[in-house]
């Protein structure tokens, strides 16, 4: 229904009205598109929310930064293959020089250019070919080479993950464009988690960033591949207001533009998930009846992360027991003999008591559990993947 | 230096005097020995700690409020193959049923008695056939059969895992002996850590306890596999005097004693991970540098138990980027331009740089990891093993 409204030939984050994306492949990886750039025709208010590892990137410090000081953005580039972390100060100069020749070759302000990156950890970018390769972008970059950006910012993930979606506003209308990055990494290094939403409505910065941290909260922080949090991690919103639509809290269009924005980070959230190093199902944990709703939060990121879960699932073995034993670690309050675990519809332990039930988990695309902690009202849903000897494969090859 | 003056044919927790150990076989396991039975010839002052799983076996809920009231123990009893979890209130009655069936075949009262389990969850326990194993437990089980218990309560871990060391107190000999069981299932379904301590000497039940407290969380408490807490973890511990030997803190023996006791966890904890399910080596994490204890087991813990980290030990890759990104999201405070890692006693990251080093870890038993995370002078070392395809196909392995 909201898909019919994205104008033809757009795609991903360039399905808004006015903005492009591209990228080329400047020697960063051996072969793929390595640089992607985003650009906006005109300012856009931007907003981000950024790891929380103490050991960061400085893109991650610099973006925040310039972001914090409500700076208009007209271009985002991704470094993709390098994430410049543990780098030093050099590193820091590497991300301000690099921001400045993204400023020369557009032809704007540097606090104009967000840079982004995800890659190895420990080494330098090599930025004269990075340089080289920024003179091989156009300035305005077209709309229908969007896919190359969202091809780019892969690194060893599979697939590309992007959201384009629309919703009238009175006789306008309003697009929402997403692209994400999951886990994976050109050397085994570190599942950086990228997500980047532009949208063409004009919305104020303060309701922006809002609207980001609830959604953000609500999908990318529960999601789980492997429990590692990166240095790179960041999630960046773009609104241009291309679309003449100006939109605001409790008016006309908000709560049509909050659920899109929130299907937008949800469609990435759980494409990353689906896209985990080595997955092969993905794993969706509802965890109701708990006393709040951080503890329910708790217990479904606890089932949906624990190493044990996600070993029987790749059995495909309904495993409740282990189910039961994470979410008694979770933290979160819990009453043993109301607790009730079903897998695929299927109850398998109900207020306290074992039921016998399908003895194997049909080969899908998505498991589901269900879980009641039987003590309160508050209910949570976290994604995972299953965890395969796939995942130990990429991620104990030799990085150099 | 201390084994010397473990009497001849004295093994693991029968190793101190008036302790006898032995098994047979019930039925619970398919062929090995399932039943173990510890005895004490006189009642032993008897402390434990427990699991923090919210999801207890009924086995760990009956032992703690007995040990709670300062029952003295003369006996435990350990099912080794089902955990009898989540088994609702018809499994804590088998506990106390089960319980008062080795009391009456001992000949002692009830709270003498201690039971504990491992394995499958959400099953009940064979009571009939677990009742006729019994019966063919000698009353006194000879201290010569040790060996058998500690065989028995291994569930698909693969090495006994004992202590037994000895000190002199005047012109006697204080004994400590130890058994544990580590991560690995009949079927695969939960890790949990059993942990037993007999000492020949006596010692007052505060006393008692606060060491044990102590030195577990300076051991048991520091290990990880898989981040999976289990429904059934106990270490339990009895001190029986037939010494003669009678030990208080700040009286002469008691430092001995508390070396022996705390060498004796840390053997059985190092064990435990060293026989982690698929391990091929072992990880030392030591972090110093630290503002607090506490923070410095938390970073130790996190790049012990971080999967990323773990997977590159097992392609015995140098990967220190992913040690970095794991201190930074333990929620230990760091200074990322002082913080240092170091591999196998080379620098590759010192006070935020980037060093060459060996291009591999050789392989061998242990890898050992040192981080300073320069922020203050608290250190902690955690133990972990590697994570392997061996893990994943334990885990996935269809249970039933």
Redesign the interface.
Known sequence: MALPMVSEGRFGIAAPEGFGATAVHAGVKRRKPDLALMRSETPATAVGVFT?????SPVVDVAQDQLGRGEAVEALLVVSGNAN????PEGYEDTLRLRASVARRLGVRPEAVVVSATG????RWPLERIEQGLERLPVHPPVEDAPLFHEAILTTDHREKSYAGAFPVGDRVVHVGGAAKGSGMIH????TTLGFVTTDAQVERAALLDLLREAVDETFNLISV??????NDMVLVFANGASGVRLSPREEGWEAFRAEFTRCLDTLARAVVTDGEGATTRLKVEVGGAATREEARRAARAVAS???VK??M????P????I??????SGA??D??S?SIAIDGHY??RH???RPGP??IPVQEEIHVYCHLGVGEASATAYGC????E??????????
Chains 1, 2 share one sequence.
């Open positions: 929380q590892n103490l050991v960061r972390a543990c780098t030093g190895i950890i420990g080494h085994p290094n570190m599942a492997d429990g590692d949090t990166s240095t624990s190493n044990l070993a029987a790749h059995g495909h073995d495993n409740w027991g282990r039961a034993a994470a979410l008694g670690r309050r819990l043993p003999t607790l398998y332990y306290g008591r074992v003895e194997r299953d965890l395969s000897s995942y130990v494969r990429i991620n104990s090859r030799y990085h150099t």
